[in-house]
C-alpha cells in the first residue's frame, strides 16, 4: 500500500511532466529534458507544500485556537453582556463577534434558521462551544445585548470515552488489572482532549466578548 501511495503520484507526474506544453522552444532536446523534469517535480511537489502550509497555518479538521496571554477558563457556561449606544441589528452584532473569532483562527459554524445557537466554535475534533445570542431594545437606540455560551462535546468523543471505559470495566471484571489500568488510561485521555478543546473555543469567546463587557459599549 505505501508502494503503491508513492508511485501512483510519482507515474501521474511524469506523463504531466511529458505532455505539457510550453511557450517557448527549447534550444535542444537535453533542455526539453529538463523542463519536463522540472513540469513533473512541481507536479509532485505542489500537493506537499500545499499540505504542509495548511498543517502549519491550521489544517481545517484539527485546527484550534491558540490564544496567547489568556488563561484557558472552565468550559462552564457563561452568559456576557454588552451595553451598545448606537443601534445595530442583530445580524451585525453576530456578525462582528464571528469576524472577531475567526481573527484568532478559530473555526465557526453558523447555526441555521431552527438550530437553538447562531455560533458555533470549534475547538477541535471532540470539543466546541455554542454561542446564543439575544437583543434588548432600550430605545433612543441603546441595546443590552447578551451572549450565552455554553460547551459542547461531540458524539464521537463521548462514544469513545465510554467504549474505552465500558472494556476497561469489563477487563476489572475478568480481573486483567493491566489491561483495565491501560484502557482507563485511554478513556482518561479522550475526556482530557474534549475538556481540552472545550476550554480552548472557550478561551476565544473570552477573549472577545470580555473586554467589551468591561467597557461596556
Not at 118 to 135: C, F, I, T
Not at 157 to 176: E, H, K, M, R, T
Amino acid at each position: 500500500l505505501l508502494f503503491a501511495a508513492m508511485i501512483v503520484p510519482f507515474v501521474h507526474a511524469v506523463f504531466c511532466g511529458i505532455r505539457a506544453q510550453f511557450t517557448t522552444t527549447p534550444e535542444s532536446g537535453r533542455e526539453l529534458i529538463k523542463m519536463r523534469a522540472l513540469t513533473a517535480y512541481l507536479h509532485m511537489a505542489q500537493p506537499l507544500v500545499r499540505l504542509w502550509g495548511r498543517i502549519r497555518l491550521g489544517l481545517t479538521p484539527w485546527r484550534r485556537c491558540e490564544v496567547t496571554g489568556v488563561s484557558a477558563p472552565w468550559p462552564w457556561p457563561k452568559t456576557f453582556s454588552l451595553w451598545g449606544e448606537t443601534w445595530r441589528s442583530s445580524i451585525d452584532w453576530l456578525e462582528s463577534l464571528e469576524a472577531s473569532i475567526k481573527a484568532l483562527r478559530t473555526v465557526v459554524l453558523r447555526g441555521g434558521d431552527y438550530d437553538r445557537w447562531d455560533l458555533e466554535l470549534r475547538g477541535g475534533l471532540l470539543g466546541s462551544v455554542r454561542v446564543l445570542m439575544a437583543v434588548e431594545e432600550h430605545g433612543g437606540g441603546k441595546q443590552l445585548v447578551r451572549f450565552r455560551t455554553w460547551p459542547k462535546c461531540t458524539a464521537a468523543g463521548i462514544i469513545l470515552a465510554l467504549l474505552f471505559a465500558g472494556l476497561s470495566a469489563a477487563a476489572a471484571v475478568g480481573q486483567a488489572w493491566i489491561a483495565c489500568a491501560a484502557l482507563n488510561v485511554v478513556a482518561f485521555l479522550f475526556m482530557m482532549r474534549i475538556f481540552k478543546e472545550c476550554a480552548a473555543a472557550m478561551t476565544a469567546v473570552t477573549t472577545v466578548l470580555r473586554p467589551l463587557e468591561m467597557k461596556k459599549g
